[in-house]
């Protein structure tokens, strides 16, 4: 936002910030799919109106309207209308800046096409619209030009080059409009790859340079406002988890996922044991944590001594001790990751206005993330089962997984409805433990 202080109470009441944040909540899904870049600055200039000597500004008619001209048509879709407290006729022009001002050309808006640039195929979209920022009128104009990137993004320099090139190329459709590239993402790309570009006789291009782009569509990035970079989990022993994008350095100061990979080598044979359910997830949470918004989610200290309960026991007998680097006084109490409970499942679905027994109830954001997570699942199954020789899981496999499961689905579970809304949300959840039945499970997953 282009202001920094409110004054409450806000012009439907609220008198304090955490009373707006609870009411806010409920547009997440919408400012998450992007249906106007207007519906962000619309909403806090009513919920956390700028203050101005000491009073409240007003928001702007013309902002109102374009927000809901963008956002409108999607809630109609799933049943939901612009609110009556928000109708735009109840506010004024008066506090539109000039830049808000409807009398100012739009840019035309284009089509949404598949993406069919091979680099870019696999990125959290698969959409984008063109022409790009660099004037490519196709896809196959802009493959042409985007393939010389190609060795740079094979060796690895940096791994926020090929997210940054391929938002120039082939930026993400939102609506019909391409969403423009992040200055900060361009600044981690060039970091990363410029010294080597330069051993090969090679500079920076000049259409690239980080200044042309703004910051404004870097928090979509995963941009934190302390300068943190989300980045895509390429540890192996980390993928699948209920999270995928980590940060780096992690909580020891490794300053890249390879050096990462080797030092928590120390801990596959625990994780392969299954000395603790939580020595997985918490392994993970210290060496690749978990990344919201650029910000760091530091793992809890309750979480850390259930892991080290279960397997510091194992370490012992072989002669070794619970690690210096993660003894459980180093982490925090509160604002950290643990497991959830039942109740503390529903406590954060009913707070962010979520309802767990109506979980096919879903909006557009909700069932992209679900389907996003049925698909790692299914894909997990396919790569560990049915590509084996024979394609079949063994006997003796199969007797594990039915051993764990009756072990720890026998009581302090979650049920089936409040498994998939926690996943719905992204909620840490440690989902070996569940009260529903396998074959529940298993239906959700792969089906």
Known sequence: MLYTETVLPNLLGHTTQEEAALMLQTFSPLIQVGCSSDLKPFLCSVYTPKCVSGRPQPPCRTLCEKARAGCGSLMSKFGSQWPDPLRCEAFTTDSCDRSQDSSFTHPSFGT???????????????ETVLPNVLGHKSQDEARMEIHQFYPLVKVECSPHLKP???????????SGSPRPPCRTLCDKARAGCESLMNKFGFQWPEKLRCEAFTTDSCEHYGVGSSGGFCEPITIPMCQGLSYNQTITPNLLGHTSQRDAVMK???????????????????????????????????????????????????????GLSWPDELQCNLFPEEMCISTLDAEGVLAKLNAGGYSADKTGDLDVVEVFKLEHYVAATRREYVENYERRIPPSITQTQMKKIL??????????????????????????CDCQVASFSLKQFMKSALL
């Open 112 to 126: 949404c096409e598949p993406i069919s640039v091979p680099l870019c195929v696999g990125l959290p979209y698969t």
């Open 164 to 174: 940054f090139l391929c938002s120039v190329y082939t930026p993400e459709c939102v």
């Open 264 to 318: 928590m080598s120390f801990f596959n044979s625990m994780v392969q044991t299954m000395c603790s359910v939580d020595i997985r997830l918490f392994v993970c949470t210290v060496y690749a944590p978990r990344c919201v918004a650029g910000e760091v989610q530091r793992p809890c200290r309750s979480f850390c001594e259930r892991a080290k309960q279960g397997c510091e026991g194992l370490m012992n007998s072989f």
């Open 403 to 428: 051993v764990l499961w009756y072990e720890y689905s026998s009581e302090g579970g979650i049920n089936y409805d409040e498994f998939v809304a926690a996943h719905l949300l992204r909620l840490p």
